[in-house]
């Protein structure tokens, strides 16, 4: 299986071949792989509306599911660059993210008094847009926050073009997953793991994933 150039080139692949196909189940919503593509088009159509410019920050601070999926696929398709943040971090602890990273905007759950949007909100704001599309396997599509040495939340910035092929090694080459299989996934999409195991193995595999909000239970 060779690596992908892009998010862009999955999303195109799978609503052009499996449609109607479910690519991902959260509670009682689901989405196929023709609506995501859709979705994310018009997140990233909104985006711009909304000011987005070429490889500026989105902080991304929303619950497990599929608008938090959405939003991080869709930032890629603006050309912008995706900033996953825990939605239940203190105001202090979102503010020293925002200063740090610095984004454009901020999409969030709920309406913000700082003038973060909802996902509805940027949806709204697409029109008749459409998607740039055009950011490369090398440049910056994502910063992801680790602790690291110190305990400050430290930036991580990545490519789109490192993350799938670490995905395609670790999940197809190492744990040989396929489009026939289903992924369970409690944990949350904001870190690394959730985002590699997760957000992208889905369109990098073609395979179903369902979102879970229990607990995982220990014996």
Same mark, same amino acid.
């Given at each position: 299986?060779?690596?992908?150039?892009?998010?862009?080139?999955?999303?195109?692949?799978?609503?052009?071949?499996?449609?109607?196909?479910?690519?991902?189940?959260?509670?009682?919503?689901?989405?196929?792989?023709?609506?995501?593509?859709? *979705?994310?088009? *018009?997140?990233?159509?909104?985006?711009?509306?909304?000011?987005?410019?070429?490889?500026?920050?989105?902080?991304?601070?929303?619950?497990?599911?599929?608008?938090?999926?959405?939003?991080?696929?869709?930032?890629?398709?603006?050309?912008?660059?995706?900033?996953?943040?825990?939605?239940?971090?203190?105001?202090?602890?979102?503010?020293?993210?925002?200063?740090?990273?610095?984004?454009?905007?901020?999409?969030?759950?709920?309406?913000?008094?700082?003038?973060?949007?909802?996902?509805?909100?940027?949806?709204?704001?697409?029109?008749?847009? !459409?998607?740039?599309?055009?950011?490369?396997?090398?440049?910056?599509?994502?910063?992801?926050?680790?602790?690291?040495?110190?305990?400050?939340?430290?930036?991580?910035?990545?490519?789109?073009?490192?993350?799938?092929?670490?995905?395609?090694?670790?999940? !197809?080459?190492?744990?040989?997953?396929?489009?026939?299989?289903?992924?369970?996934?409690?944990?949350?999409?904001?870190?690394?793991?959730?985002?590699? *195991?997760?957000?992208?193995? !889905?369109?990098?595999?073609?395979?179903?994933?369902?979102?879970?909000?229990?607990?995982?239970?220990?014996?």
């Amino acid at each position: 299986m060779a690596v992908p150039d892009s998010i862009v080139e999955l999303l195109a692949r799978h609503a052009a071949e499996q449609p109607e196909r479910i690519a991902y189940t959260c509670g009682d919503r689901e989405i196929t792989f023709a609506g995501l593509d859709e *979705r994310t088009r *018009r997140f990233a159509a909104g985006l711009a509306a909304l000011g987005l410019r070429r490889g500026e920050r989105v902080l991304i601070c929303l619950p497990a599911g599929i608008d938090a999926v959405v939003a991080l696929l869709g930032t890629v398709r603006a050309a912008g660059v995706g900033v996953p943040v825990d939605p239940r971090s203190s105001t202090a602890e979102l503010a020293g993210l925002v200063e740090d990273c610095g984004p454009r905007l901020v999409v969030a759950g709920l309406p913000r008094r700082d003038g973060g949007r909802t996902v509805d909100e940027v949806f709204a704001a697409a029109g008749d847009g !459409v998607a740039r599309d055009d950011l490369g396997p090398d440049e910056q599509a994502w910063i992801h926050y680790t602790s690291g040495s110190t305990g400050r939340p430290k930036g991580v910035v990545s490519t789109q073009g490192a993350w799938l092929g670490m995905a395609r090694r670790a999940l !197809v080459e190492h744990l040989g997953f396929t489009a026939g299989d289903r992924l369970l996934w409690p944990l949350p999409l904001f870190h690394a793991l959730g985002h590699a *195991r997760c957000v992208l193995a !889905v369109p990098l595999t073609g395979r179903a994933r369902r979102s879970s909000t229990t607990r995982p239970t220990t014996s």
